[in-house]
């Protein structure tokens, strides 16, 4: 069994930041990628940042050079720095695995956490 929890979502105003994080734990062999994903009301859930186990990362073209995702290995933990946050960033917050638990590839989802960016 694997779980990913998240935490350090909010409320924060416009301009400001927030540092979300999410942790894997249970039978992990090895993890290939974690990322985060959000999904505002009416709206599809959408990638916003990835990170693969060699490091390699991707973002969404609405958040580069404002957000940042790092992990630590030692931790199996992913985080995710948002700053200059704006209202749009309002949604909730996935982190996903994509990881090895037993020998074989799984994928996995956390329960998220809300972030909403208002005055």
């Known amino acids: 069994q694997v779980q990913l929890v998240e935490s350090g979502g909010g409320l924060v105003q416009p301009g400001g930041s927030l540092r979300l994080s999410c942790a894997a734990s249970g039978r992990i062999f090895s993890i290939y990628a974690m990322g985060w994903y959000r999904q505002a009301p009416g709206k599809q859930r959408e990638l916003v940042a990835k990170i693969t186990s060699g490091d390699s990362t991707n973002y969404a073209d609405s958040v580069k050079g404002r957000f940042t995702i790092s992990r630590d290995n030692a931790k199996n933990t992913v985080y995710l720095q948002m700053n200059s946050l704006k209202p749009e960033d309002t949604a909730v917050y996935y982190c996903?695995?994509?990881?090895?638990?037993?020998?074989?590839?799984?994928?996995?989802w956390g329960q998220g956490t809300q972030v909403t960016v208002s005055s």
């Open positions: 996903n695995a994509d990881l090895y638990t037993d020998y074989v590839r799984r994928n996995y």
